[in-house]
C-alpha cells in the first residue's frame, strides 16, 4: 500500500511510464531510447589502440589479446572507482554516527563509510558478500565500527536502531516490488528528522534483476515524501540523495 504523502512533497516525475524492466529486445513495447554515450564506444577505442600499436612497431600485426583485456579490465575497474567517488561526494555531511549500507560492491564502499560514521552497519544478499566486506573494513583498522552484519533480505534485517544515513547501492533491483514496497517502508521509518537517503543503482541492471534503477528511484521519489537534495543521472546508472524533513517542516 503506497505511503500517503502531502502533495506538497512530492516532486514531479519526468520519466513518464515507469517500467519494471525495459522492453525486451524485439519485442513490440515502446519505451525511451537511451542517448548514446559521447565518444567512441570501447569497440572503437581498442580499434584506434590497434592502429596505432600497429603504426608504432611497424607492423600490421594487432597486439596480443592480452593487451585489449587489460584495457578492458582497466576500463571496467575506472568506472566502478568514479561511481563510487560521485555517490561518496554527494553525501551531505562528512560524518555520521549511525550509517546503514545495503550493498556494498565488493568492500571499498564499506571501507570508506566506515571512515566517515561511528558506527556502520552492513547488509549483504549473500554470506560472502558480507563476510568479504566485513573483512575489508577490518583490515582497514575500522573493525570497531562494525555494529553488526547482516544477510539475507534487508526488509526481514533491517535494524531497529535510528541512522543518520541509508545507502542503497545496486540492492533494491534485484528485490520483486513487494519485497521492495516493504523495504522502503523500514527505510523511511528508520531514518532520524534531517537523516539521508543515497540510492546507486544500475538503469541496465543484469537481465535476471527484477527491477531497473529508473523505477527503483522514481517509486522512492514518489511515495516517501522526501526532499530531494540531488540527482545525477548516466548512461549506465543514476544517483539521487533525499533527506527526511524534520517534523512539522
Same mark, same amino acid.
Given at each position: 500500500?503506497?505511503?500517503?504523502?502531502?502533495?506538497?512533497?512530492?516532486?514531479?516525475?519526468? *520519466?513518464?511510464?515507469?517500467?519494471?524492466?525495459?522492453?525486451?529486445?524485439?519485442?513490440?513495447?515502446?519505451?525511451?531510447?537511451?542517448?548514446?554515450?559521447?565518444?567512441?564506444?570501447?569497440?572503437?577505442?581498442?580499434?584506434?589502440?590497434?592502429?596505432?600499436?600497429?603504426?608504432?612497431?611497424?607492423?600490421?600485426?594487432?597486439?596480443?589479446?592480452?593487451?585489449?583485456?587489460?584495457?578492458?579490465?582497466?576500463?571496467?575497474?575506472?568506472?566502478?572507482?568514479?561511481?563510487?567517488?560521485?555517490?561518496?561526494?554527494?553525501?551531505?555531511?562528512?560524518?555520521?554516527?549511525?550509517?546503514?549500507?545495503?550493498?556494498?560492491?565488493?568492500?571499498?564502499?564499506?571501507?570508506?563509510?566506515?571512515?566517515? &560514521?561511528?558506527?556502520?552497519?552492513?547488509?549483504?544478499?549473500?554470506?560472502?558478500?558480507?563476510?568479504? *566486506?566485513?573483512?575489508?573494513?577490518?583490515?582497514?583498522?575500522?573493525?570497531?565500527?562494525?555494529?553488526?552484519?547482516?544477510?539475507?533480505?534487508?526488509?526481514?534485517?533491517?535494524?531497529?536502531?535510528?541512522?543518520?544515513?541509508?545507502?542503497?547501492?545496486?540492492?533494491?533491483?534485484?528485490?520483486?516490488?513487494?519485497?521492495?514496497?516493504?523495504?522502503?517502508?523500514?527505510?523511511?521509518?528508520?531514518?532520524?528528522?534531517?537523516?539521508?537517503?543515497? *540510492? &546507486?543503482?544500475?538503469?541496465?541492471?543484469?537481465?535476471?534483476?527484477?527491477?531497473?534503477?529508473?523505477?527503483?528511484?522514481?517509486?522512492?521519489?514518489?511515495?516517501?515524501?522526501?526532499?530531494?537534495?540531488?540527482?545525477?543521472?548516466?548512461?549506465?546508472?543514476?544517483?539521487? &540523495?533525499?533527506?527526511?524533513?524534520?517534523?512539522?517542516?
Amino acid at each position: 500500500m503506497p505511503i500517503a504523502t502531502p502533495a506538497a512533497c512530492r516532486l514531479p516525475l519526468t *520519466c513518464g511510464a515507469i517500467p519494471i524492466r525495459p522492453p525486451a529486445p524485439g519485442s513490440t513495447a515502446t519505451g525511451t531510447a537511451l542517448p548514446r554515450q559521447f565518444g567512441p564506444r570501447h569497440g572503437e577505442e581498442t580499434a584506434a589502440l590497434r592502429d596505432d600499436w600497429s603504426m608504432a612497431s611497424g607492423s600490421l600485426l594487432a597486439p596480443p589479446p592480452a593487451v585489449e583485456l587489460d584495457l578492458a579490465i582497466t576500463q571496467a575497474d575506472d568506472a566502478s572507482t568514479r561511481r563510487r567517488s560521485l555517490l561518496l561526494a554527494a553525501l551531505g555531511h562528512a560524518h555520521y554516527g549511525r550509517i546503514v549500507v545495503a550493498g556494498c560492491g565488493g568492500g571499498p564502499l564499506a571501507v570508506e563509510l566506515a571512515a566517515r &560514521c561511528e558506527t556502520l552497519v552492513l547488509i549483504e544478499t549473500t554470506d560472502i558478500a558480507r563476510t568479504h *566486506c566485513a573483512a575489508a573494513v577490518v583490515e582497514a583498522g575500522l573493525g570497531a565500527r562494525l555494529a553488526q552484519t547482516r544477510v539475507g533480505a534487508a526488509f526481514n534485517e533491517w535494524p531497529a536502531e535510528p541512522c543518520d544515513l541509508v545507502v542503497l547501492n545496486d540492492y533494491a533491483c534485484w528485490l520483486d516490488p513487494a519485497a521492495f514496497t516493504r523495504l522502503i517502508a523500514q527505510v523511511l521509518a528508520s531514518l532520524v528528522p534531517g537523516g539521508e537517503l543515497a *540510492c &546507486c543503482d544500475s538503469r541496465q541492471p543484469p537481465a535476471d534483476a527484477p527491477l531497473t534503477g529508473d523505477y527503483v528511484h522514481a517509486r522512492i521519489r514518489h511515495e516517501l515524501g522526501l526532499e530531494g537534495l540531488l540527482s545525477h543521472v548516466e548512461r549506465e546508472f543514476r544517483l539521487d &540523495c533525499w533527506m527526511r524533513l524534520p517534523e512539522g517542516a
